[in-house]
Structures are given as C-alpha cells and as structure tokens.
C-alpha cells in the first residue's frame, strides 16, 4: 500500500468526523433542543476558542516531544470520547463545554494531518505542492460522504449525527497506528528558550508580509465560521413556508450543501496552477470575492426555480471561497517555513483561521442572527447581505495592504524563520 494511498485514506477519515456533525448540529440544537441564535453560536464558538492554543500547543508536542502520528491518535481518542458523551446532552451550557473538549483535541489534527502528509511526502521525495492538493481532495470526499449519509438516513436533526461522528473518531484513532513514523526536530545543543518551547514559528510574525497574511487568513476564519454555523439552519427554515415545505431544499438541506465541497473537489486540483502561474495575493483575493458571491446568491435565493439556481451558484462558488484561502495558504506557509518548525507554523496557520477567526465569527454571527429576528423568525436576506458586504471590504483592504511580488519563473523564497 503507497504512502499516497495511506494518506488519503486518512484525510478521508478526518473529514468525514467532521461532515458527520459541523454543519448539521446547528439545525439540531436550534429545531430539536430549541436553542437560541446566540446559544448556536457560543456552542460552535468552543471550536474558536480551542483552536486559538491547542494547533500550536500540539504542533509544538509534535515537533519536539512526542512523534505527530502518536499526538494524532490520542487527540482521536478523546474526540471519540467526547462526541459519544455529547450526543446525551440537551442544555447549551453543557453542550458548550463537551463541544469545547471535542475542539481541544479536535483542531490541532487538522494540522497535524497537514504536517503528517507533507512530512511522508517530503521522505518519499515528492512536491508537496503538486502532491498534497490530490491527497486533501479525499478529505473533501469524506465530508461529502458523511452529510450525504446523515441527510439521507433523516438524522439532521438528530443526535445520532454524534454517534456516527464518535465511531469514526475511533477508527481513524487506530488507523493512525499504522502511519510512518514522523520524525522529531533535532535538538540544537545551544538552542535558545524559543527553541526549547516549540516557539519559533512566532518569529513569522517579525515578518511583515507574513503577519498580515496571518491577520487576513483569521478574518477570513470568521466568515468560514459564518456559513459554517448557519448555512443548514438557514436552508431548514424555508419548510417554515407552506409554498416550499416539501420541496428538496427543505427536505435536503445537507445535500444541497455538499455540492460546496463537490465544487473544492475541482477547485483543488486548480490549487497548484493558480498558485505558479498567479501567486498567493491574487488566489486570497479570488477567495474574498467568491466569499462575497457565496452569501450574496445566499441573499436572493430559495426553493423556487430561479431561486433555486442561485443556491447552486452559492454551492459552486463555495469551493473557491474555501479552498482557495485554506488549502493554498496551508501551502503557502509550507513554502515559507523552514521544515523544522512545520508543525508549529501549520499549527499557527490553523489557529488563526479555526481559532480567532472561528471565535469571532461563531460570537458576532449568533449576535446578528438574533438582532435580524422577530419573534423566532430570521431575516435571512439582510443577514446574508451583512455578511456579503464584510467579505466585499475584507477583499478592498486586501488588495491595498498585502504587498506581495509573484515571480513565477523563479524558484520560491528561502524558508523563514530558520
């Protein structure tokens, strides 16, 4: 069995966890357990709030102590735990807490399965930038597959979406028993405090033009968070209308979503021609501006045919939005850093966007939910416009501030922070 084969096997499994529940549980909380907009989003905040330390504190345990396969499985092993222990649980302040158990040991192996893969690339002397887009493309199947299977088998609104997502937590947990051996940094003899931490990926922000990458990779972690806490609750909510109760977007809100990352599928493997031939400014902005699309088409659509065609657009340009600001700036901070600091800085990467942004996003978007309610009823239109014209300006401010040269002919820039 190749090690491209092991790899994608295991980035199916990690994302299938989360396809399980993350974009479902939303319309759980709020339909079966009656839950609030703020409630909905100080839950899913645990998810900001774990990522904001635990990417870089296990990507420091990965890189110095303890091999990033092994820190792998166990951060499996208390997810399984958790979600099992939270599909029982039916108040928010609880839930807020099991949840936030689940994010600590859940985040830090989005990035440890990036470092993962492009350690084993790296010893099988493969490009990790040609390499790894195909490899991450089985993560996206695997979200396809779970919110396929928990739509169709009716469990939306259910917590059995836990269930499944705790079974496979397991399984990937022993999976990880099987990988390679992923070396740790070599110790300097004369290594500063820094060093000894882990906490050397830090110093990236000593670089400008790294730290407002950082900065705007966290801003766009807030409007993934956006989409990702109210994006089903928003589509169940047109069966509230009589005209389109029985209609295949009320019915089938998660399948309708997944052809979102039916679209990442190709626009992943567009990842490395984009990046050669255009560089990381033009694919964030691309990003930004397919972000502005996705809540716009969001704003204007609905179950009717027109309305219709427009939630798909949504769906199609959400693969741009996502992959090309999360997958590409994965890569580009591989690139960037030196190979010994590759967990913590992936680490730090995931920590910006699943962390600070996530927290952010997850607070302010539960609070602009609720303040565009009457009476339990969600002005979504006016939401999604909010939302459309934050990404519009994100993508303004981008364009000016982020000062970038791409040389496509030439080999990329030394690795920073040696």
Request: with cysteine; aromatic share 14%.
């Amino acid at each position: 069995m190749g090690i491209t084969f092991r790899l994608k096997v295991m980035s199916f499994l990690q994302y299938f966890i989360w396809g399980s529940w993350l974009v479902t549980l939303g319309s759980y909380m709020i339909n079966t357990l009656n839950f609030t907009g703020a409630n909905v989003g100080m839950v899913y905040s645990s998810k900001g709030l774990a990522a904001i330390i635990m990417p870089g504190i296990m990507g420091i345990i990965a890189d110095k102590w303890l091999r990033a396969e092994r820190t792998y499985m166990l951060c499996h092993l208390v997810c399984a735990v958790a979600l099992l222990y939270a599909a029982t649980v039916t108040d928010p302040e609880t839930m807020f807490w099991i949840i936030l158990i689940n994010a600590m040991a859940y985040m830090p192996t989005i990035a440890l399965s990036n470092s993962i893969s492009y350690s084993c690339l790296a010893q099988s002397g493969q490009d990790p930038v040609t390499a790894f887009p195909p490899i991450r493309v089985f993560g996206t199947l695997g979200f396809i597959v779970a919110m396929w299977s928990v739509s169709l088998m009716g469990l939306e609104l259910s917590n059995v979406q836990l269930y499944i997502a705790s079974a496979a937590s397991l399984v990937l947990a022993v999976y990880a028993l099987t990988l390679p051996k992923i070396p740790l940094a070599e110790k300097k003899a004369e290594a500063s405090l820094a060093s000894k931490l882990g906490l050397e990926a830090f110093v990236l922000f000593k670089n400008s033009r790294m730290a407002i990458f950082f900065l705007f990779a966290m801003m766009l972690g807030a409007v993934l968070q956006i989409t990702n806490v109210f994006g089903n609750p928003f589509l169940h909510d047109f069966a509230r209308n009589p005209e389109f109760a029985n209609s295949f977007v009320a019915k089938y809100p998660s399948i309708l979503l997944s052809v979102s990352q039916m679209a990442e599928v190709g626009f992943i493997l567009t990842i490395p021609f984009f990046l050669k031939r255009f560089g990381i400014k033009t694919v964030m902005l691309m990003s930004m501006v397919a972000w502005t699309l996705r809540f716009g088409f969001f704003a204007f659509g609905d179950p009717s045919p027109v309305g219709f065609v427009l939630l798909l657009m949504s769906m199609i340009v959400y693969g741009c939005a996502f992959d090309f600001f999360n997958i590409s700036g994965s890569v580009f901070v591989e690139q960037e850093v030196s190979p010994t600091i590759r967990a913590s800085a992936q680490g730090l990467f995931m920590t910006m966007v699943n962390g600070v942004g996530a927290w952010v996003g997850s607070i302010l978007s539960g609070m602009a939910v609720d303040y565009f309610s009457i009476d339990g009823v969600k002005d979504w239109q006016t939401i999604w416009l909010v939302f459309a014209g934050y990404s519009l300006v994100l993508a303004i401010i981008f364009a000016c501030v982020f000062k970038y040269q791409h040389e496509p002919e030439k080999a990329p820039a030394k690795p920073l922070a040696h």
